[in-house]
């Protein structure tokens, strides 16, 4: 099994690009469900997740061609069967993105329960009572979700609480093929929300407010393929960010979209570095000594993502002062602190808080990658710290981070990927 080998010390210089968003690409591709023509998706990042999700749609018989540019097009007229299988769903649970296109264009759908996972419970009901609420009968079987609509669904008014990412995107594709108004309160106003809606809206779809927290969605007859190219990911950019914050040094990202970053690049700032941005680049400039402690709490967005949680307590773990980082999305997301702890970081877990005293110096250590963004803390931790770090379980980073190691090195890093 692959692992990171890193020698940390070196700080971080140069350029890099940001690639296409995880978090946009999956709900997207999942879209082309509801097409009768083919869908084209540029920017695909080259991720694990990504290639788990073309999978799932090829394995009911969609045609999935990928051209030199990495553009993919999706085409769904000779879709043999609407089962998304326990062995892809497992591995990925944004594979519950597919419920709410099948059942609106093909009126049925069998999805696999995603079951356990390692950042807390992480429950479908949300998705699956939505899908109630605008008409569609469901039942478990055998550990798969069956959904049957008689003709189509019917537009519905869906109030989110918890708000919910894929809940909210399931939603807005469903709607877009059904019959009548969708309006969802409390809606996730996150920028994939945004990136989905505009691919659908290009498809042809109807849909108002997304991007805020009422989302009105009027049905059409029919969707047909359109050109969409996937939006920067945030949360890769925030992760090398807060890796120069951390290191030291002036790095530039291109391609990437600072404003759906700001809760992250004011924090950054208050850590002591000096952050440039234009409307898709932005530039971190970090001096050599250790960034000031700050202590934050996740929130959806445009709170303080949960998808850079784990970095920021890899930050605080070697800043100066003490800091708490308290995660109110997820129960069970500080598997990270553990591994921290293993490098000498000195973190005590109360509840759903980190407290966080920060050392002058983590001691490089074999560690284990627990899940995605877990481990883009442990490379973080990794690159500041004395000595060697070996990561294990990398599958975990290859799901969410295209080329980490490749792109780390551009900017002068010591990784290398051994088996
Ligand atoms: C998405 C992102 C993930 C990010 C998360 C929160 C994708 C593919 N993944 O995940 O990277 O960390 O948003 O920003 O976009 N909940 C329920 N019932 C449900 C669904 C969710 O109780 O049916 C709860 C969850 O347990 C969690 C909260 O709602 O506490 C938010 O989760 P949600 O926004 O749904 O996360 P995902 O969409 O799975």
């Keep these: 099994m692959d692992k990171l080998l890193i020698r940390g010390g070196a700080p971080l210089n140069g350029e890099i690009y940001a690639s296409g968003a995880k978090n946009s690409a999956l709900p997207i591709l999942a879209a082309s469900l509801l097409a009768d023509s083919p869908l084209k998706v540029g920017n695909l990042p080259h991720l694990n997740d990504v290639t788990t999700m073309l999978e799932l749609l090829g394995s009911m018989g969609v045609e999935v061609m990928l051209s030199d540019e990495m553009e993919v097009q999706v085409d769904t007229s000779n879709i043999q069967n609407l089962n998304a299988r326990y062995e892809l769903v497992k591995t990925m649970r944004a594979s519950i993105l597919v419920l709410g296109p099948l059942l609106a264009r093909f009126q049925q759908a069998s999805v696999a329960l995603p079951g356990g996972c390692a950042i807390g419970s992480r429950p479908v009901n949300l998705h699956i009572e939505a899908m109630q609420a605008m008409g569609a009968e469901v039942s478990i079987v055998e550990g798969n979700i069956k959904a049957k609509v008689d003709g189509r669904l019917k537009g519905a008014k869906i109030i989110f609480e918890p708000v919910s990412v894929t809940g909210t995107e399931n939603v807005i594709m469903a709607a877009s093929l059904a019959e009548g108004v969708t309006t969802i309160e409390n809606a996730a106003r996150e920028p994939e929300v945004i990136d989905l809606a505009n691919c659908l809206i290009q498809m042809g779809a109807n849909i108002k407010g997304a991007g805020t927290d009422i989302i009105t969605i009027e ?4 969707l047909e393929g359109a050109t969409f190219s996937v939006m920067p990911d945030r949360v890769e950019v925030g992760t090398y960010l807060t890796a120069v914050a951390m290191t030291g040094g002036l790095v530039k990202i291109k ?7 700001s809760s992250v690049i004011l ?7 000096i952050i440039n941005q234009g409307e898709d680049w932005v530039e971190i400039k970090m001096d050599a000594s250790r960034p000031q402690a700050i202590s934050l709490t996740t929130g959806p967005y445009p709170s303080f993502p949960t998808d850079m949680q784990a970095q920021f307590v890899s930050l605080n773990s070697i800043a100066k002062g003490n800091s708490t980082v308290t995660e109110t999305v997820f129960e069970n997301r500080f598997m990270h602190v553990q591994e921290i702890a293993r490098m000498g970081g000195n973190i005590a877990l109360k509840g759903n808080t980190a407290v966080i005293e920060g050392i ?7 560690v284990m990658a627990t899940d995605l963004r877990a481990s883009a803390s ?7 710290a004395e000595g060697d770090t070996t990561i294990d379980r990398i599958y975990h980073i290859d799901r969410g981070y295209e080329r ?3 792109k780390l ?7 290398e990927r051994i088996s």
Excluded at 255 to 261: E, N, R
Excluded at 267 to 273: N, P, R, T
Excluded at 360 to 366: S, Y
Excluded at 409 to 415: M, P, Q, S
């Design 409 to 415: 090195k551009i900017l002068g890093a010591d990784i």
């Design 378 to 384: 442990l490379v973080l931790a990794g690159l500041v």
């Design 255 to 261: 391609s990437a979209k600072p404003k759906y970053l």
């Design 219 to 222: 049905g059409v007859d029919r």
């Design 404 to 406: 980490i190691e490749e």
């Design 267 to 273: 924090k950054l700032e208050d850590c002591g570095a």
């Design 360 to 366: 002058n110096k983590l001691k490089g250590a074999p």
